[in-house]
Antibody, heavy 126, light 112 residues
């Protein structure tokens, strides 16, 4: 059973960089055809897809955040990370890490977000 | 970006009664293969979202058959044939046709 766990500071000052790590257990992050993603949820609001990194290292980001976001993977520690720069109060949210699984029942495969972390609240405030 | 719009945003339901949630997309979610890349997720209180349905109507593993999905193009519906207490939470539709993937605002289902 794959499990994901977010970790990182719960409080970040405006204009600084938000850094989170997702630890993956129950399987190797470098095995298989998966995408490792970050999704966030501001309090009382809906979900926003931030971006993802493939097992091969390829990345894709939400254009609305692209200039500020970097997602990277550390295969030796079975983790992947999110960095979001120049944060403001609008970046305050619960941040989830997740796994996207391409389901080849159709071509092109349909992406299923099949495992999620429990989420971690990050508040941007001075 | 594809905008996803759900209705209603709040849905009080009596146990045993049916429930229906609508999801509309700002552009067609049908790929050239004829499939619609539309999914439904349920976020139970205090939990992370979980996949219910993919490709409009295919239930994920372990999802009860009282959940069903339908629709095509830009109009989609999630139906629960007989609501149970464990179905409470916020339901989201999500398009996975193109990046960035986008979600509806969520529909909060509560028991009357």
């Amino acid at each position: 059973q794959v499990q994901l766990q977010e970790s990182g500071p719960g409080l970040v000052k405006p204009s600084q960089t938000l850094s989170l790590t997702c630890s993956v257990s129950g399987g190797s992050i470098s095995n298989g055809d998966y995408y490792w993603s970050w999704i966030r949820q501001p309090a009382g609001k809906g979900l926003e897809w931030i971006g993802r990194i493939h097992t091969s290292g390829g990345t894709a980001y939400n254009p609305s955040l692209k200039s500020r976001v970097t997602i990277s993977v550390e295969t030796s520690s079975n983790q992947f990370s999110l960095k979001l720069g120049s944060v403001t109060a609008a970046d305050t949210a619960v941040y989830y890490c997740a796994r996207e699984r391409p389901n080849s029942v159709v071509i092109p495969p349909v992406i299923e977000v099949d495992y999620w972390g429990q989420g971690t609240l990050v508040t941007v405030s001075s | 970006d594809i905008v996803m719009t759900q209705s209603p945003l709040s849905l009080p339901v009596t146990p045993g009664e049916p429930a229906s949630i609508s999801c509309k997309s700002s552009q067609s979610l049908m790929y050239s293969n004829g499939y619609n890349y539309l999914e439904w997720y349920l976020q139970k209180p205090g939990q992370s979202p979980q996949l219910l349905i993919y490709l409009v109507s295919s239930r994920a593993s372990g999802v009860p058959d009282r959940f069903s999905g339908s629709g095509s193009g830009t109009d989609f519906t999630l139906k629960i044939s007989r609501v149970e207490a464990e179905d409470v939470g916020v339901y989201y539709c999500m398009q996975v046709l193109q990046i960035p993937y986008t979600f509806g605002q969520g529909t909060k289902l509560e028991i009357k």
